[in-house]
């Protein structure tokens, strides 16, 4: 799939300023990011990231391959801390809402222990066990609770991870393309997992390639180019009337660099 | 010769000696102490070398490095001055016993062990790190969690610990004297039967040795594969 | 004492119940030479010195020169070696309370059956050393400053013959105890000085014959030494003169001069 003119559409359109995209701070925000910026190793990868969101439901992160959405995304999560800027959940300073945030790994990090082993090291103390039984059952996991984890295939290593994230209750739940590779079976619960946790209230944010998936579950896109947001909107407007030329490139299945 | 020495060792054991047992139990009781000292030490060592940042830190990874090569007869060398009777430690009395013997190992095994464990901890850290942070565990829960991960590639790394102590010689000669029914094990009495020219007794003690190494490493061998079954390694 | 209780608390005792067995009363170290434990002079007299002085005995063996220095480290209490010069100066110096004769034997010259430099029934030392100088026949030398090493350089210098310029050619220096050196004799087809002891009891002989043997030059006379308790205040004095008084007593003295290896007697008592 590569681009018929992928330089043409860089250099006829700049990208959108922050502006157009921000909404005004309100004492609903789920999601407010002000200036965010990182730089490693004397290289910025994101610039100046201001995003407000009030949207409840399943934010995605789209974006080409190192556009900066995994860093965001951990940025978000506290797992790395921007150069400068502010990051806002619910709220709060970001790391003061930790214990209401979990996160999906796109390669799932599994300890050396059973399923159960799993489930009971994340889930707080007082689960009562039938909890831990029915998370297994809703991700198609019953019967295995005593296998070692990590002999499990990929996508039972993914659904385990998806579901020892949910036992720590999360409001906030990020997911860094979790069915990357995955089989059919396995994408389809983890969607439907994340489609009945969004039902619940918790707040999922999402980072795919899949077109067709985030299609099904995104209420709002946040479209990064080269560590830039040049664009966020609702998911219907995103898909149908993309604002900028590397979003349409994007979804049209170019190469944009 | 080497048949020789097989027919002897085969005889040693079977004939019951008092003295190989003694001797035999001595050498592990020495490098078993040794081994349970280092490995309260070194464990922590190597855990916490590998999940925390802190200036000079990649300075104390080559030290540990390089002490895990520390020539025995130099550890046994620095272990006599500090035991001598006119060494700092001298009046402690401790020169010629088997605790000396059990320091001078300690000293000798404990880089490695910290060195392997920092090793295997390191592998781990940089997979579990993110996923800890992401749960919000603070080290003191990540540490036994870590060590705990990491049991089946420790129990390797401690069993090469014990394999370097049991088999060394230069160290546990200089601080233990291989004074008869009191610091003699197995292999100062290899060097004492090679330097008496009974080589193939010699041998066949080096062979005895050689089987507790192979008794050792099947149960290295046992627990790696049930490790892998379960892919824990 | 701090160290002890902590390496106490560590559990170390418990492991080792036989730790402290050096530090009671009646117990010494005695460092000495391997030729005297390799001939296996001391298990054969120490169970009797040990039932008759009611001291436990604990032998290092390691080289005169070695044992000499762990001495005045004040690592032993009685030092049991052969060679004299270096005796009377480690009394001199104050480490040694009193140097007492206690027993001879004699060193020989050993090498290959072939004899390849022609020393064989010689009992004229000085002779046979120049012999296989001139020769270039291989000659394996202790090295280590030990009482042996020490007896021959003091040959060699009779022999008009300076070894230390063929070191690494003919003359080769183990840098090691008897034993290992008398293997590398072995190994290498070389001629070898050792005390007769050592030789009698040695098991890897190979083709080894003595070759030269009987000149008085040969003599090896050992002594003893209990370490000055003013230099060295943690020497257990009454234990370790309790053991030279029985090594120098009629009692301690037949019973060197009974101990035989295939019918040999190996050590000779001369104590005053």
Request: aromatic share 6%; with cysteine.
């Amino acid at each position: 799939m590569l681009a018929s003119q992928p330089f043409e559409a860089l250099r006829s359109k700049k990208p959108m300023s922050d502006s157009v995209i921000q909404t005004h701070q309100n004492a609903g925000e789920v999601l407010a990011l002000d200036g965010v910026s990182l730089t490693v190793n004397g290289k910025t990868l994101l610039h100046d990231i201001s995003v407000h969101s009030e949207a409840q439901g399943t934010t995605l992160i789209m974006g080409a391959n190192g556009a900066g959405k995994s860093l965001l995304m951990k940025c978000l999560h506290g797992l790395l801390t921007p150069t400068s800027g502010s990051i806002k959940l619910l709220n709060r300073p970001s790391h003061e809402t930790r214990h209401q945030q979990a996160m999906v790994f796109q390669k799932p990090v599994l300890l050396r222990r059973t399923v159960m082993g799993n489930l009971t090291f994340a889930a707080p103390k007082t689960t009562p066990p039938e909890v831990l039984h029915e998370m297994l059952e809703r991700v198609n996991l019953s019967g295995k609770d005593q296998q070692p984890a990590r002999v499990l295939s990929g996508g039972e290593q993914q659904r385990l991870a998806l579901a020892r994230a949910l036992l720590t209750r999360p409001k906030i739940l990020f997911l860094d393309e979790p069915t990357a590779s995955l089989d059919p079976a396995s994408v389809l619960i983890i969607e439907r997992l994340i489609q009945e946790a969004t039902a619940d209230g918790v707040k999922s944010i999402f980072i795919s390639h899949d077109i067709g998936q985030a299609k099904r579950l995104a209420d709002d896109v946040i479209f990064l180019h080269q560590g830039r947001v040049t664009e966020h909107t609702s998911a219907a407007t995103f898909f149908t009337q993309p604002l900028t030329s590397q979003a349409q490139a994007y979804l049209a299945g170019d190469v944009v660099l | 010769m080497l048949f020789d020495a097989f027919s002897q060792a085969v005889a040693l054991i079977m004939s019951g000696d008092p003295e190989l047992f003694e001797i035999l139990w001595l050498s592990i009781q020495v490098s078993t102490s040794a081994l349970a000292i280092s490995v309260i030490l070194a464990l922590p060592i190597g855990t916490v070398l590998a999940i925390s940042e802190f200036p000079g830190k990649r300075l104390c990874v080559t030290v540990l490095n390089s002490l895990m090569g520390l020539p025995p007869v130099v550890v046994g060398l620095l272990v006599y001055l500090m035991l001598s009777r006119s060494g700092p430690l001298g009046v402690l009395g401790l020169l010629y016993t088997p605790t000396a013997m059990v320091i001078a190992q300690v000293v000798l095994i404990t880089p490695i062990i910290a060195a392997l464990a920092y090793q295997v901890m390191d592998d781990l850290h940089r997979e579990y790190r993110e996923l800890f942070q992401s749960l919000g565990i603070d080290s003191i829960r990540a540490i036994p969690t870590y060590l705990w991960d990491a049991r089946y590639s420790l129990v390797t790394s401690i069993l090469a610990g014990f394999g370097r102590a049991i088999s060394e010689v230069g160290a546990v000669i200089i601080v233990g004297g291989n004074i008869d029914h009191l610091t003699r094990v197995m292999t100062t009495a290899i060097a004492l039967e090679t330097s008496k020219g009974e080589l193939a007794i010699a041998l066949a003690l080096g062979i005895i040795l050689l089987m507790l190494a192979l008794l050792v490493n099947a149960g290295v061998t046992t627990v790696r594969s049930i490790a892998l079954k379960k892919a824990y390694v | 004492m701090q160290i002890k209780r902590t390496l106490q608390a560590l559990g170390l005792s418990v492991i080792l119940p036989v730790a402290s067995g050096l530090a009671s009363a009646d117990s010494i170290v005695v460092q000495s030479t391997t030729s005297t434990k390799n001939s296996g002079l001391y298990d054969y007299i120490l169970p009797k010195a040990e039932q008759s002085t009611g001291v436990t005995i604990n032998v290092v063996a390691v080289g005169t020169g070695q044992a000499i220095k762990n001495a005045e480290r004040c690592d032993g209490d009685v030092l049991l070696v052969h060679a004299k010069p270096s005796e009377e100066k480690f009394v001199a110096a104050g480490f040694g309370v009193e140097r007492s004769d206690l027993m001879y034997n004699d060193f020989v010259i050993v090498g290959p059956s072939s004899d390849p430099a022609g020393v064989n029934g010689s009992s004229n030392v000085s002779e046979a050393l120049s012999t296989i100088a001139s020769a270039s026949a291989l000659f394996a030398s202790r090295g280590d400053d030990s009482g042996t090493h020490k007896a021959e350089l003091r040959l060699w210098q009779a022999a008009g013959t300076d070894p230390s310029e063929a070191s690494g050619s003919w003359y080769r220096e183990t840098g090691s105890g008897m034993g290992a050196t008398l293997n590398a004799a072995v190994g290498m087809g070389a001629y070898a000085m050792t005390d007769r002891a050592t030789w009698t009891k040695f098991g890897n002989k190979g083709d080894f014959e003595i070759h030269v043997e009987g000149d008085e030059r040969l003599f090896n006379q050992y002594g003893v030494i209990l370490v000055n308790a003013e230099k060295c205040p943690s020497v257990n004095s009454e234990a370790g003169q309790k053991f030279i008084d029985w090594l120098l007593s009629d009692e301690g003295q037949d019973t060197i001069a009974s101990y035989r290896v295939q019918g040999n007697q190996l050590f000779f008592p001369n104590a005053n």
